[in-house]
């Protein structure tokens, strides 16, 4: 009985032994909580904004041509500069010009010395038809000589109002203000308005500057939808620095472009200093005012094969995997349109250790 006794004993004490041999190893097999920080995530006013790519150009550009056949003499003008409306800009061969004109005051003067001759025909035959010392048929002609005589006065005029016209083609002025283009054409030159010669330099007006861009469908149905007051567009230079100048949209496409599913919008900004050229492709970025929406750090945004997610930290302590439509950026945050509801909280750090799953041990982030 005794022997017995003992060896019960032995058998309990050798069960207790395993029993806590068996805790201590799960204890060491169980994986570590991984530790991590969340915020719980509410909505709050954000813009509502849209991105493209634009093209600068000119308000306006000019193309300054040659308007009579000429030797071009002189130009009066470095190429690239800024420019006045009435500035001088070339000089086309005056002689021929100016002996046109005194042959047309020529025609002229004697046009009207033969209708001032006709009048006083006029006046004394006049007289004696009256007195019927004539017959009617010479007082008819006569006036008919008079009349006659008129209109060669008024194409003779005409004649010279074209030739000061044509004389003072020669001069080439500016007709905007802008920046000058590249001469066409070098002094000595034979050129015509009606060839390729014609064209002379260009002038373009840099400020105000016009951006050409184009936005989606759903973008220009949301800017449209908003009041144009509240529309802003900000520019960004390649080199990624912002142009402090604010835009204003001044035309938007009335059709969609079929090729694209694009609608061609155009803003205007200041560009007092020329810091912008035309011709340059700068990033448009059109603020339509603002929307209640989860911003979440663009650090806690992931990607797969599947699209965007963020992780979760469940209620049961474990990572959660949730998948996201995200928006634009916001800063160094990021718009998220679907997928989060307010007071979730999003895990932000630690990320590359989470798996679906895994236990994680949360603690605000600071």
Known sequence: ??????????????????????????????????????????????????????????????QIRARVTGILEKQLYTEGDSVKPGDVLFQIERAPFEIELAQARGTLAEASAREALAVQEHERLKNLVDRRAISQKEADQAASALQQSRALLQVARARVRQAELNLSYTTVSAPIDGITGRAQQSIGSLVSPTSE???????????????????????????????????????????????????????????????????????????????????????????AGTQAAIVVPQTAVMQNES????????????????????????????????????????????????????????????
Do not use: H
Not at 32 to 39: K, M, T
Not at 206 to 235: C, G, H, I, M
Not at 247 to 264: E, H, L, M
Not at 329 to 340: F, P, S, T
């Open 1 to 62: 009985m005794r022997v017995l006794a003992l060896l019960l004993s032995a058998f309990l004490v050798a069960c207790s032994q395993g029993d806590a041999r068996q805790r201590k190893d799960d204890a060491k097999g169980a994986p570590e909580a991984v530790p991590v920080s969340v915020i719980e995530v509410a909505p709050r006013e954000v813009p509502v904004s849209f991105e493209a790519v634009g093209r600068t150009e000119g308000s306006r550009e000019v």
């Open 197 to 287: 010669s014609a064209m002379l330099t260009s002038i373009t007006r840099a400020d105000p500057l016009w951006v050409r861009f184009a936005l989606s469908e759903a973008e220009y149905a949301t800017v449209r939808n908003r009041d144009q007051k509240a529309v802003e567009v900000r520019l960004e230079t390649a080199d990624g620095r912002g142009y402090p100048q604010a835009a204003r949209v001044n035309f938007s496409g009335s059709t969609v472009d079929a090729a694209t599913g694009t609608v061609q919008m155009r803003a205007e900004v200041p560009n007092p200093d020329v810091a912008l050229l035309p011709g340059q492709f700068v990033r448009v970025r059109v603020i």
């Open 307 to 366: 699209g965007r997610f963020v992780w979760v930290a469940g209620p049961d302590g474990k990572a959660q995997q949730r998948s996201i439509r995200a928006g634009g950026w916001l800063g160094a945050d990021w718009i998220v349109l679907e997928g989060l509801k307010p007071g979730d909280p999003v895990i932000v750090d630690n990320l590359v250790r989470l798996r679906p799953g895994v236990s994680v041990a949360v603690k605000k982030a600071g």
